[in-house]
């Protein structure tokens, strides 16, 4: 009699699980079976990454509110965000997939996404990018026209970064500028212009970007390496602890800088240490990170990047009771 057990990875690749795709997520249990490999190409088995492109814009929107006053189209801006956080993370990572689709079947990790296991075809994951990226205009015609022209701004950034990893060491860079816009595009919606310090917060957001994304970048080093990938990941190489405690270091200090620009002189000392507590307790959470980081484990650092969400969330709490302050 032969053996037809099957092994968990090979029930996942038949049944068309992304291989790196959170356990039992709603998309693989509760999704229609036609709607999967879509879903999956928007990431939606993975939510952690909208979760990373949502919280800047949390950040800037409560950080804006607790600056001039809270309004109520203020939680529009909150709820608009978030939808378009998902919607526009979809369409970027349909985008990275097009893009990368003949590198993807080369890496172990990423062999399994829809287009190079088969799922789809390269038809219609344009088709699927293009309606989620109209979705979100909908939703950011919405705001002000300087935010509108903001968010159709950050379109380049969105259509570079794939190719970044082929012609710099540093990609994570360009995937911080293109996460993180959200932080100056929701203070703007809040305010309608842009000042000092969501630009400090912008960029305290892609030092933030390096210090994850590095973490995960372990996790495909190897396969990187073989195929010619480049990444922060391979460049710091033994040096990650210590170069991801510098970008721990800059990206709290820079937002400590963007707290007290934005409270200290126009609302008052108890709003100003608010915003610093955020700023401290998100830099706690990364140096939690750094202690438990070991590159040689992929499993750890999967952990480690999505944990990223809770880092993230600290500052939106501190920010958000700033405005009550």
Not at 2 to 14: K, L, N, Y
Not at 197 to 223: C, N, R, S
Not at 244 to 271: D, E, K, T, Y
Request: a neutral charge; glycine letters at 8%.
């Amino acid at each position: 009699m032969s053996d037809t057990t099957e092994t968990p990875e090979a029930r996942r690749q038949t049944d068309g699980q992304v291989a790196d795709a959170v356990t039992g997520n709603w998309v693989d249990r509760l999704a229609p079976a036609w709607t999967r490999p879509y879903l999956r190409l928007s990431r939606a088995d993975r939510p952690v990454g909208t979760w990373l492109l949502y919280l800047p814009c949390l950040w800037g929107v409560t950080l804006a509110a607790a600056s001039t006053g809270f309004r109520w189209f203020d939680l529009w801006i909150v709820l608009g965000c978030g939808i378009g956080a998902f919607l526009m993370r979809g369409a970027g990572c349909t985008w990275n997939d097009i893009s990368d689709r003949n590198i993807d079947g080369e890496v172990a990790r990423t062999r399994s996404r829809p287009i190079p296991s088969g799922q789809v075809t390269l038809a219609q994951a344009v088709f699927w990018m293009v309606v989620q990226a109209l979705a979100a205009f909908l939703i950011l015609i919405t705001f002000n026209m300087n935010a509108i022209l903001m968010g159709v701004g950050s379109l380049a950034l969105v259509a570079v970064y794939p190719f970044a990893k082929r012609f710099t060491w540093w990609p994570q860079i360009f995937l911080g500028l293109a996460f993180n816009w959200g932080a100056m595009l929701a203070w703007v919606a809040h305010t309608g212009s842009l000042t000092l310090a969501p630009v400090l917060l912008y960029l305290a957001g892609i030092a933030w970007t390096v210090f994850y994304d590095t973490i995960y970048a372990h996790q495909d080093k190897e396969d990187d390496a073989l195929i010619g990938v480049k990444s922060t990941a391979r460049l710091f190489a033994e040096d990650t602890p210590l170069r991801l405690r510098q970008f721990l270091l800059g990206s709290a200090a820079l937002m400590v800088l963007a707290a007290l620009l934005a409270l200290l002189r126009p609302v008052g000392g108890a709003a100003a240490f608010m915003g610093l507590a955020g700023a401290l307790g998100f830099a706690l959470h990364m140096a939690w990170q750094l202690s438990q980081l070991d590159t040689g484990d992929n499993d750890r650092c999967l952990s480690l990047f999505r944990s990223n969400r809770d880092a993230g969330l600290i500052p939106v709490l501190c920010f958000g009771l700033a405005i009550l302050a």
